[in-house]
């Protein structure tokens, strides 16, 4: 189901610093849960969100690659600061962390995903994706909707209400 962009409140429920499975590059982890509000409406039905788990990504630098590192590390330095840390001193190899507990104003959208089959041996050596899985009956592309931060605004009050 395709999540109703909107203003949402989210609590950071975990926090983690590791190096990025895909590109080896450390980063901050963050998973944050809906707090508010408990229902939205979809297709004209009541659909629960609160406890809606979404992942953020914050890599802190970019091995070997100096202007994505600045780049980076700029996002990182604005997310403490919306999340109200201190980023003085920041390392990026070893960051003190800080966001667990926090309650959040965010913007939640659902992006759009083609779903796909697994790569083909010869797709695979050509650093290519797996072919569009289709609808046999309409022979439309299969898609799926992934619930995504597009923006943070700031702390919210423990009251959590928008």
Known sequence: MQ?????????????EFSNSKSSGNPMITLTLEVQHPDEVEIA???VSVAG??????????????????AKALARVE????????????????NPVLGFKGKLVHVRLYSKERESRKA????QKAKNQPGD???????????????P???EIYGLAAESGAL
């Open 78 to 93: 604005a997310e403490y600061k919306l999340f109200g840390l201190d980023f003085d001193g920041f390392n990026p190899e």
């Open 119 to 122: 790569p083909t041996t010869e």
């Open 148 to 150: 995504t931060i597009a």
């Open 52 to 69: 809606l788990e979404i992942k953020r990504y914050l890599p802190t630098m970019a091995k070997d690659d100096p202007e994505k590192s």
């Open 44 to 46: 004209g039905e009541a």
């Open 132 to 146: 569009l899985i289709k609808n046999p009956i309409t022979n439309k592309a299969v898609v799926s909707y992934e």
């Open 3 to 15: 999540l109703p962009q909107d203003n949402y409140v989210m609590r950071v429920i975990g926090e």
